[in-house]
């Protein structure tokens, strides 16, 4: 089973730009992988922001958006809110088992 | 309206069988390949199975850790899905979700799953 990475913790400025990385361990991730963003507040089930690496659902807010960078999948925050202040998890599709990433700590500060 | 509803949670001993039900609503569940997903007290989102459409073939993936102790099923004229858990250890402790991948991105609201003795 593939192991999927993320960046533990992060830290963005109100009103800054933050970029959130998903890596795979069987080599790059591409849009086979069909990437998934989640965000989970404290208390609350997940919700889901960004599917098949780019695409938003109608809650998704604007300043969040999703692509592939060097190898990874990504997600961008641009005018980071404190409202985002949340975990994040990415989900990446393999043929057999999909693997999740142990998930970012996102702090506005 | 369009949700998706977990129930069947609660205690069970080690070694001891649980079946979790998920009750879709508000799209064609017949299309949807499934997907649950779980999260123990305080840790990370982990995949652990997902069910196809059976017009996709209605096959199933397990996570390794669950592999030969949980089965999932779909009985579409109830548009329901389950999760059969046996053999339960104490590290199957978690909140489990159903949920729907792709373009409709939802979640139910969980329920909890606590296998102590």
Known sequence: QAVVTQEPSLTVSPGGTVTLTCGSSTGSVTSGHYPYWFQQKPGQAPRTLIYDTTNKHSWTPARFSGSLLGGKAALTLSGAQPEDEAEYYCLLLYSGPSVFGGGTKLTVL | ?117
């Open chain 2, 1 to 117: 309206e369009v949700q998706l509803v977990e129930s069947g949670g609660g205690l069970v001993k080690p070694g001891g069988s649980l079946r979790l039900s998920c009750v879709a609503s508000g799209f064609t569940f017949s299309n949807a390949w499934m997907t649950w997903v779980r999260q123990a007290p305080g840790k990370g989102l982990e995949w652990v199975g997902r069910i196809k459409s059976k017009t996709d073939g209605g096959t199933t993936d397990y996570a390794a850790p669950v592999q030969g102790r949980f089965t999932i099923s779909r009985d579409d004229s109830k548009t329901t899905v389950y999760l059969q858990m046996n053999s339960l250890k104490t590290e199957d402790t978690a909140v489990y979700y159903c949920i729907r991948l792709g373009a409709t991105g939802l979640w139910g609201q969980g329920t909890l799953v606590t296998v102590s003795s």
